[in-house]
């Protein structure tokens, strides 16, 4: 069975579609849970118009099966409120070297 | 004001130019030709691929393709914003200009009316943009654009996605092919266009070295080439151009350039190749939609217009 860790650091692979930040720095992951070879994740985005929705889901899906053990994964979208706070440091120091905040 | 010799010798050391004092006139009126097109091809394909968002197959595609949108209008204002910068009244340049005074691609002016048409456009016209831009970003030796370039090309790097995945989706399904393989017929020679004069036309040679550019328009339609012939491949699509492994580049298999008829979205082929001096006949005539993609932009100023003069 897949650890949480290892779900986690797979997600820290996940990339945002338009910058080189991982959804993980970037805030989006609001809960992960492991049952067997089942995989929950709970997503939110950085705006209800988020263009990118599917996309996200579609990498997420594609890398947490790529991980030995699982071969479920379900995302939840849960639209907690987001905003700059929930970047992490070094999503931030990307961002800022892409000059867009 | 640099001397020619003294700007050259700038550039060649790599150093960026900041500012005009850094520069000379020619330089300027070069860049700021280079900026007018850049600028009007993100600004019209806003309203032209608003149109074929309307026929969105579901609320996220619909969503998607107005980030999109809004990306393009982003990077249009940038483009101004520079413009701007250099002294250019970029209000006149946007609301004032006649609609043929635009100086995007000719492909724009052909509307774009399906989501199948207006993902083909993401992955096809948005790659030349990407492939155009990607080589300022590398070689301009402008150094405010250099900067602004950045941000583009990752956003563009979403519209390409975007695209080619929603290819990839109709081509799988029988019933969208036939639909698809139409919207690609049209739009791919459309995009070789795009790339302009070739090299035996066309010299560069102030533009490369001053650094607006760095690879010649032959050498960027390679690169299109390169990327978009492999990838129609895969999805079975059929596309007029192939690697010729002999001669190390991709060859186009149709008379090229040739006669388009816009109206039905439909290249005369059987009527032999034309000149470059017919193509840029045509484009100087501009096509079907460029009115009205024009007065969409336009529209809101012109009803302030009256109140302005006053």
Redesign the interface.
């Known amino acids: 069975m897949a650890t949480e860790a290892e779900v986690r650091s797979a997600l820290g692979e996940v990339l945002d579609?338009?910058?080189?930040i991982s959804i993980l720095d970037l805030g989006l992951v609001r809960g992960i849970e492991v049952e067997g070879d089942k995989v929950r994740v709970k997503l939110t985005f950085t705006s209800l118009?988020?263009?990118?929705?599917?996309?996200i889901r579609e990498d997420v899906r594609s890398r947490l099966r790529a991980i030995e053990g699982v071969h479920q994964v379900e995302i939840e979208e849960v639209f907690e409120p987001w905003d700059a706070s929930a970047i992490s440091r070094k999503g931030r120091e990307i961002l800022r070297s892409?000059?867009?905040c | 004001m640099l001397t020619d010799s003294a700007l050259l010798e700038r550039i060649r050391a790599g150093r960026l130019v900041e500012r005009p004092d850094h520069a000379n006139e020619r330089y300027i009126e070069g860049l700021k030709r280079t900026l007018i097109v850049s600028a009007d091809t993100e600004l019209i394909s806003a309203p032209a691929y608003l149109r074929a968002a309307q026929d969105a197959p579901n609320v996220n595609a619909y969503i998607s393709a107005m980030g999109i949108i809004q990306d393009e209008l982003g990077h249009a204002h940038i483009a101004y914003r520079l413009l701007r910068d250099l002294g250019v009244d970029t209000d006149a340049l946007v609301y004032e200009r006649r609609p043929e005074e635009f100086k995007h691609p000719y492909a724009f002016d052909v509307p774009l009316e399906s989501w199948t048409e207006l993902v083909v456009a993401n992955a096809f016209y948005d790659r030349a943009g990407f492939v155009l831009l990607g080589d300022v970003f590398r070689h301009t030796s402008y150094g405010p654009w250099k900067r602004a370039l950045v941000k583009v090309d990752r956003e563009e790097n979403f519209h390409l996605r975007h695209g080619e995945r929603w290819m990839s989706i109709l081509a799988q399904d029988p019933a969208r092919r036939d639909e698809l393989q139409r919207a690609v017929d049209w739009m791919f020679v459309l995009t070789l266009e795009w790339f302009g004069l070739p090299d035996h036309l066309k010299r560069h040679t102030e533009q490369i070295s001053y650094g607006l550019k760095g690879k010649t328009n032959d050498q960027l339609r390679q690169e299109w080439l390169s990327t978009t012939v492999p990838f129609c491949e895969k999805l079975g699509l059929r596309v007029p151009a192939h690697y010729d492994s002999e001669r190390g580049e991709y060859v186009i298999d149709v008379p090229f350039p040739a006669e388009f008829d816009a109206e039905n979205k439909r290249w005369l082929f059987e009527r032999g190749a034309i000149t470059w001096d017919d193509v840029l006949a045509r484009w100087r005539r501009r096509g079907p939609a460029n009115v009205e993609l024009v007065s969409e932009i336009q529209r809101g100023y012109a009803q302030i217009r009256p109140a302005l003069a006053a």
Not at chain 1, 17 to 20: A, D, I, K, V
């Open positions: 579609p338009e910058y080189p118009g988020c263009p990118c929705v599917e996309l892409l000059g867009v």
